[in-house]
């Protein structure tokens, strides 16, 4: 399923739209993240996975659908993984990547690592990570879904909405105004 809200933004006009913004609910995610999926513009409403070095719950999470029901109707989601910023262990590689795509999911960003990149680049899915790592994650079954995560700073919670283009990524409490 095509996100035709994929193509109505730009995070540059809505940051210059929420630039006043004093409340902290519109907030901007550090610029340390490298674009590895087959799709560089993306949105969706929020689902969260928090976990460390163990992507049990990841794989859970993008194979099953990625389209979330809202008011308007479905809409594919995006997956935020907190995975602590970890360097040692990827979260996400060409399976799970393929796996998100073929389920419908707008995209991924996952604070940590990602493997298997040339699988990854061939994914019809947004895929935005810290770095790239060969080696797996463990399977242990640990981590939380469905709460709020700090990612890189910055708090991202389930209700949110999530917006990456070629200049960031951007979050804020609901969908943007067109």
């Known amino acids: 399923m095509t996100n035709p809200d994929a193509s109505s933004f730009a995070t540059c006009d809505l940051c210059d739209a929420n630039k006043g913004d004093t409340t902290g609910t519109f907030r901007v995610?550090?610029?340390v993240f490298l674009d590895f999926g087959g799709v560089a513009k993306f949105c969706g409403p929020v689902v969260t996975v928090k976990c460390f070095e163990d992507n049990s719950l990841v794989k859970a999470a993008v194979d099953r659908s990625g389209i979330i029901e809202t008011s308007t109707g479905g809409v594919p989601g995006?997956?935020?993984?907190?995975?602590?910023?970890?360097?040692?262990?990827?979260?996400?590689?060409?399976?799970?990547?393929?796996?998100?795509?073929?389920n419908g999911w707008a995209g991924v960003v996952v604070n940590?690592?990602?493997?298997?990149?040339a699988e990854l680049r061939q994914?019809?899915?947004?895929?935005?990570a810290?770095?790239?790592?060969?080696?797996?994650?463990?399977k242990?079954?640990?981590?939380q879904s469905g709460v709020p995560v700090q990612i890189q700073g910055v708090w991202v919670y389930p209700v949110d909405w999530?917006?990456?283009?070629?200049?960031?990524i951007v979050v804020m409490p609901g969908k943007a105004s067109p």
Request: some cysteine; glycine content about 18%.
């Open 78 to 102: 995006v997956l935020v993984v907190d995975g602590g910023g970890s360097l040692r262990r990827a979260l996400l590689g060409g399976n799970l990547g393929a796996a998100a795509a073929k």
């Open 123 to 128: 994914c019809d899915v947004g895929i935005r």
């Open 140 to 143: 242990r079954g640990e981590g």
């Open 29 to 31: 995610l550090p610029p």
């Open 162 to 168: 999530l917006y990456a283009d070629e200049d960031g």
């Open 130 to 138: 810290l770095a790239t790592m060969p080696l797996p994650t463990d």
């Open 112 to 117: 940590g690592c990602v493997r298997d990149v």
